[in-house]
């Protein structure tokens, strides 16, 4: 192969630097630290160094490789009635000649419960063991310098994770697989599930520390977000990352309606109660570059008001309760005049799609205001604009203006909300007290300054409600859902625009809504009832009341009381014990892990967040969970890779449309394209 003149390696640099910029090629790409034979040549060794879908290599002067991993996922679910069980299966395929560690940053639902590994080698099957953290991090990296294969998996966020697998051997495949268990979400009569397919480009304020050289990100780490690489992996719009999925999916009732959301769907009837459901491809319309979401509803929306679920592990007693107070009895027309303010997103990753969706949405929600309403509207992006000083009385004259505002919002700068949500729950004025005060947040939600998001929230969020939406084809479920936590509202998911009428309608009605309040749900007095949550949020209109208790018995009935517009709304359910459900355990531990995340990210003093910090490892480990302080290791006791050769890390890029956040990609795109032709027009003179 002929080497490139000087200019030609230097425009070869400029313009992958470039292309890194546009978001064409990112992070993926890593140098092997030794030469390799071009590609062209070195089919005869490895002949999966043939570029194909799901991987691509390119070679420098000095036949230097930059090589990025191949990966396929296959992805099983079986949906038992609210419980989903999910199996999702990564093969990683080493296209290059070097011994690789491939690394993989990928999305989860918020609320998995990640409880098995396991690591397939050829005809070998290594099962995982959960491990502190920090221990297991240590047995993979003492297998990895031994020569053996190791997998390792980590949780950046509760819905980001990292697989990092070590010693693939040349043109090798290692599947991994983990196991997850995932609640079904009830709302308005309809059942659903969502499976993240990708990981949005987040903006990480704050000023550079020291960042580990190894990292997987052209991120740095900042005095903000100190782990900013964990959760900005690479991003290659233009990758192929192959995925199946196949649901089986047995709901306990006959169904009305099956459908996916934003993907086309094959459903086969396997017998009344259960459907068999994949990803219709003959349509080319499936790309993992946003949420898969399936809805399925009862025959005439006959969702049952009253389920109960019991498990018995061990000495432990679990119950799962899920109601819905009738609507005709618990709810009633507001006639509290309400205070509402709109914290909306207008930065760069809004551009386009979504920031239509969200104007949109505005206007509506302002069209919807009674005089006797106040309101208010807060734009950010790199900084924060709001309409008015504090909210203003929604007659004719100040809708227009907020209407206006809203149709001339623009998507660009960094995402920095957290001033705009300061604003917001500071912004109350002398008459605020008069008022039921709702706070809408809608926003993608791609920040990766969470943590200090939930403290200020938590601080001052006193007796509002907040309400969030999320915008967009992968929005942040982990901030939005904990802020609706904190502030006893409801999230919302619109992932296109035709959804934003129906399901801004949607929000409306639970916002007019009087929700039941101070909910209680009581046990006889021999009964220890300890709840995963803490406490029940207030429930609006088409909402469940969904609760998990850890029990010392099951007792034989139980009552629910909350306050509604009505009165007290009281009712007393007996109980039956069926041990024959299984994941309640499971599902229990997930959400007080949950519940006990929130205080850790609160509290300022070291002891206090080291003593939760305990619980919550001991909570884990007793549970075979992977969270913040806990991860699953799975270690091949065969070593495999000669002793001579070097690791070289590899990692997996995302596909992700992404976002345009305060750089101009096109700028960099164009000049590193003149920048090639130049050098190859040189290179053609020289010769």
Do not use: C
Not at 78 to 93: C, H, N, P, Y
Not at 111 to 117: K, Q
Not at 628 to 650: C, E, H, R, W, Y
């Amino acid at each position: 192969m002929a080497y490139f003149k000087p200019l030609g390696i230097m425009a070869t640099l400029i313009a992958l630097i470039s292309l890194s910029y546009s978001h064409f090629i990112r992070a993926d790409i890593s140098f092997a630290q030794k030469p390799t034979q071009a590609v062209a040549s070195s089919s005869t060794t490895n002949p999966i160094n043939t570029v194909k879908s799901g991987s691509i290599i390119y070679t420098l002067a000095d036949n230097s490789a930059l090589t990025q991993m191949a990966l396929d996922t296959k992805v099983q679910m079986d949906i038992t009635g609210t419980i989903t069980r999910v199996k999702l299966e990564q093969s990683f395929t080493n296209p290059s000649n070097d011994w690789v560690e491939g690394v993989y940053v990928f999305p989860l639902p918020v609320d998995s419960a990640v409880d098995h590994l396991t690591m397939y080698v050829g005809n070998r099957t290594i099962q995982g063991q959960i491990k502190e953290r920090k221990e297991a991090k240590k047995i993979y990296n003492q297998a990895k310098q031994a020569g053996k294969k190791a997998s390792l998996i980590e949780q950046q966020r509760p819905n980001i994770f990292t697989t990092n697998v070590a010693n693939i051997g040349p043109g090798e495949t290692i599947k991994i697989a983990i196991e997850y268990q995932q609640a079904v979400k009830i709302d308005q009569d309809k059942f659903s599930i969502r499976f993240p397919m990708t990981i949005g480009q987040r903006y990480i304020p704050g000023q550079p520390i020291a960042t580990p050289k190894d990292n997987i990100s052209m991120r740095s780490n900042t005095h903000r977000v100190k782990d900013a690489v964990k959760i900005s992996p690479p991003i290659s719009p233009n990758v192929d990352r192959p995925i199946s999925i196949a649901i089986n999916l047995k709901a306990g009732f006959n169904t009305a309606s099956v459908n996916a959301s934003y993907h086309d769907i094959s459903v086969v009837d396997i017998d009344p109660l259960t459907k068999h459901i994949t990803l219709d491809n003959t349509k080319g319309n499936n790309q993992a570059n946003r949420d898969f979401e399936l809805v399925w509803q009862a025959d005439n929306a006959l969702t049952p008001e009253l389920a109960l679920f019991t498990q018995q592990q061990g000495d432990d007693h679990y119950l799962m309760l899920m109601a819905t107070p009738p609507a005709d009895k618990a709810f009633k027309q507001f006639n509290t005049p309400r205070e509402l303010i709109f914290v909306i997103d207008s930065s760069g990753s809004m551009m386009g799609a979504s920031m239509a969706q969200a104007s949109k949405a505005l206007v509506q929600a302002i069209h919807r205001l009674k005089p006797t309403d106040r309101f208010n509207i807060i734009d950010f992006d790199s900084g924060f604009d709001p309409l008015f000083d504090s909210a203003m009385p929604a007659i004719k004259m100040n809708k227009k203006h907020g209407i206006r505002f809203a149709n001339n919002l623009d998507a660009s700068g960094g995402t920095e909300p957290l001033e705009a949500i300061k604003f917001a729950l500071n912004s109350r004025d002398s008459h605020a007290d008069d008022y039921l005060r709702q706070i809408v947040f809608l926003t993608d939600g791609q920040v990766g300054n969470e943590a200090e998001i939930f403290r200020t929230v938590h601080q001052h969020i006193d007796n509002d409600r907040l309400f969030t939406i999320g915008i967009g084809s992968a929005p942040n479920a982990h901030l939005m859902t904990t802020l609706a936590e904190y502030g006893k509202g409801a999230y919302t998911f619109i992932g296109d625009i035709v959804e934003v009428k129906d399901k801004m309608l949607a929000l409306f009605a639970k916002l007019e809504s009087p929700a039941m309040t101070n909910i209680h749900i009581n046990f006889p007095m021999n009964i220890h009832a300890e709840q995963a949550l803490g406490a029940v949020s207030d429930l609006y209109k088409g909402e469940v009341i969904t609760a998990v208790f850890k029990l010392n018995a099951i007792p034989n009935k139980l009552s629910i009381s909350g306050n509604t517009a009505n009165g007290v709304f009281t009712k007393e359910v007996p109980i039956t014990a069926s041990n024959n459900t299984t994941g309640i355990d499971v599902a229990w531990a997930r959400r007080k892990i949950e519940q006990m995340m929130h205080e850790y990210h609160t509290q300022y003093r070291r002891i206090d967040r080291d003593k939760i910090q305990a619980d919550i490892t001991n909570l884990a480990l007793d549970h075979h969970l992977v969270s913040k302080f806990t991860s699953l290791v799975a270690v091949d006791i065969t070593p495999t890779k000669p002793g001579s050769q070097t690791n070289v890390t590899k990692t997996v890029a995302n596909k992700v449309k992404a976002a345009k956040t305060a750089t101009n990609s096109q700028l960099w795109m164009i000049l590193g394209l003149f920048i090639i032709l130049l050098s190859v027009v040189t290179r053609r003179k020289a010769a």
